[in-house]
């Protein structure tokens, strides 16, 4: 290990980051209310300052060759690597999401460095659209400039890496601005990434949605990638239409599953669960509603209850959590209220459904509602949490109709022994991604992206990289 892929313990990682006492705001464990660090806040003027050295550095990371960039890409992912202890500890404290079990800190931590090497490892190449006696046409991907990142607080490193490795790949200069809920983990990554990376191509800002506000009207940021809620999505295009700033606006979703007549319910009960419940169902893409035929309805409410007795909800710091806490009071109290509402609708609690609020922290047990109709707002709205909906079906047209009748559509999944059959209905369901017998299962290589309110533009992929390129023809 060379000494500019250095591995920093916690301690050190954290004193590097955080502010003195006394300064910045304080972040705590949702899991403890211990406090983890002190982020420091930044004002307009920082982000001026930070602009204005993006710009600067984006000229000179502009003249690098594609190769170069990956090279120093690739260096980046290999830091990230040397620090994955500490990283994962300081999002398991501040995330509240489990360090050990199921899809956890350290998982997050392994996608920063998968999607970091894989955009590095993208092949670009200018494209000859027309060669022939009429003349030749060739297509370039030139940088946009100055990107700014806006992230939300749930799958916070790796969602800052979507947006900071295929922007630096094109030879754009990021300036992000991290969820004022989880700014101690992107501030840690990014520290982490600077060991290897020249001055100025990435910096981080911490501050609120006012902060945000600024990052998109600042006339020296050329593009703005926005990963956070529908509602935001929509205050932050208004704002960038007055410079009409090129937006990819990654939004919620609301994800639908069906279950078709010829699934087995045992076998399809953990990825079920999985995709409903990871990151304790705090994910854009998770499993939100699940459409079951009346002949498996039964078994496949059993077959989930099952596997939720046996994923144990704990400290995310602690070995043996499989789920951690709701990572804010804001967020807990939506699920909340949305559980409610499903009580109240006539739904049956098959498990979870009343959280011990003398405990601390913000715990809200894995819940699973059955016999809800569509419109119940557990159904209909984004529960971003640990409660999943079951509605029952007797005809599959209905059930596709069911699912696409949101005004969101980020992710859905079919679930059938039937590959050909699933596909069928995968063709027809509206979102960006489609997965069959799984469900959020989202790969570097494959784009992701939303579809009606869940936004535009895609991530990942080779689209993903064009999204942060101006496409540039030169016909001789
Ligand atoms: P949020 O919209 O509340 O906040 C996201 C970010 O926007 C934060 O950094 C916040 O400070 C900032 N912000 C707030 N107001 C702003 C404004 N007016 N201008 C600019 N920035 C502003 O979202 P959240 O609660 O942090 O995240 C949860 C939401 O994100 C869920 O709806 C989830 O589905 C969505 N999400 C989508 C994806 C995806 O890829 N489509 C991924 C993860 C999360």
Known sequence: MTEATASLTYADLLAAITAPEGQGVELKDPATGETVGRAPQSTPAD???AVETARAAQKDWA?????????HLNRAAD???ANAAALAELLSR??????KNGPNAAFEVGGCVAWTRANAAFPIETEVLVDDESGRAELHWEPIGVVGGIGPWNWPMMIAVWQIAPALRMGNTVVLKPSEYTPLSVLGLVHVMNQV???????VLAGDGELGKAFTAHDGIDKITFTGSTATGKAIMKTAAEDLKRLTLELGGNDAGIVLDDADPEAIAEGLFWGAFINTGQTCAALKRLYVPDSLYDAVCEAL???????????GIEEASVLGPLQNKAQYDIVARLVQAAKDGGGRVLIGGDPDESQPGYFYPTTLVADLDNDN????????????????YSDLDEAVEMANALDVGLGASVWSSDPQRAKDVAMRLEAGSVWINKHGAIDPRVPFGGVKQSGFGREFGELGLKEMAVAKSISL
Not at 63 to 71: C, G, M, N, V
Not at 305 to 315: D, L, S
Not at 377 to 392: S, Y
Request: glycine share 8%; hydrophobic share 45%; no cysteine.
């Open 197 to 203: 990376l020249p001055e100025g191509v990435l910096q």
């Open 377 to 392: 707002p557990l159904v209909a709205e984004e529960q971003f949490g640990p409660a999943l909906p079951i509605v029952r």
């Open 63 to 71: 003249k690098l060759s594609h190769d170069e960039r990956s090279a």
């Open 94 to 99: 501040e995330q509240g999401k489990p360090i």
């Open 305 to 315: 209850v099952a596997v939720a007795e046996r994923m144990p909800m704990g400290v």
């Open 47 to 49: 982000l001026d300052a």
């Open 79 to 81: 830091a990230i690597e």
